[in-house]
């Protein structure tokens, strides 16, 4: 019980005095899910649109497909992008395993269906609504997207925010990818499964203060987005 109190104190002590080593984890943290979330929104919400707005022979089919790779084991998508990646793979000449980019990488295909499958239900019900004046108006399909896309902006940072929750909490395909390198790679989840295998309790609870405080935030971003647009406002 002594020593769960001191990991405790020094975990609250670490964070109060921003260690260096938990701001420099938690900084690449941020900058790698960050960059991942931006690649990750410009690639699914114009997907959502589209397959919210165009109607085409495998429309089903994509929306099954979203659906289904939301669901999709991370560690899965950590070997596929190793796989690809190493140096007997189609890209290993880029030599970006073991990167921070390799890590984007694969948490962009992570979370590109969870973004996109949230995105569409909100631009389809949107779509429902704008449909006739839309097509009244004779706007070509990349106007009609992008009035979609500003018109439903709350829902799809909501969608945004969902992804990041699922990409900063990700541990297995980082940890496929990254190597998780000191100095380099290793990131809040990995460092965390580090520091307790290494009986560094005070650090992995530090760390694990730092990624439950950003989760909460996100949620708690979520929740107020939620309520704000059922109350009809901007």
């Not at 070509?140 to 969902?162: E, F, M, P, V, Y």
């Not at 395909?173 to 307790?196: K, P, Q, S, Y």
Request: hydrophobic residues 60%; glycine residues 8%.
């Amino acid at each position: 019980m002594v020593d769960i109190w001191s990991g405790l104190t020094q975990a609250f002590w670490l964070v109060f005095t921003l260690d260096p080593e938990l701001v420099e984890i938690a900084g690449r943290s941020l900058q790698v899910t960050v960059s991942a979330l931006v690649v990750a929104c410009l690639i699914a919400l114009p997907l959502a649109a589209l397959v919210a707005v165009k109607r085409f022979r495998a429309r089903r089919l994509v929306i099954a497909v979203l659906n289904a790779l939301m669901g999709l084991p991370p560690v899965v998508v950590g070997l596929i992008v190793y796989v690809v990646l190493s140096r007997s793979g189609p890209l290993g000449v880029l030599g970006l395993l073991f990167t921070p980019t390799a890590m984007i990488i694969a948490q962009v295909i992570i979370i590109v269906p969870l973004i996109a499958s949230i995105a569409h239900q909100s631009i389809r019900e949107l779509w429902q609504e704008y449909h006739d004046l839309l097509i009244s108006m004779n706007v070509t399909q990349g106007q009609k997207i992008r009035t979609l896309l500003w018109d439903s902006r709350r829902a799809l940072l909501t969608a945004a925010l969902a992804g990041f929750g699922r990409a900063i909490g990700e541990v297995g395909a980082i940890m496929i990818v990254g190597g998780n390198i000191d100095h380099a790679t290793r990131v809040l989840t990995t460092a965390i499964a580090l520091e307790t295998g290494k009986g560094e309790f005070a650090l992995a609870l530090a760390l694990g203060f730092v990624l439950i405080g950003l989760a909460v935030a996100v949620n708690l971003a979520i929740h107020w987005l939620g309520r704000t647009e059922r109350e009809g406002r901007w």
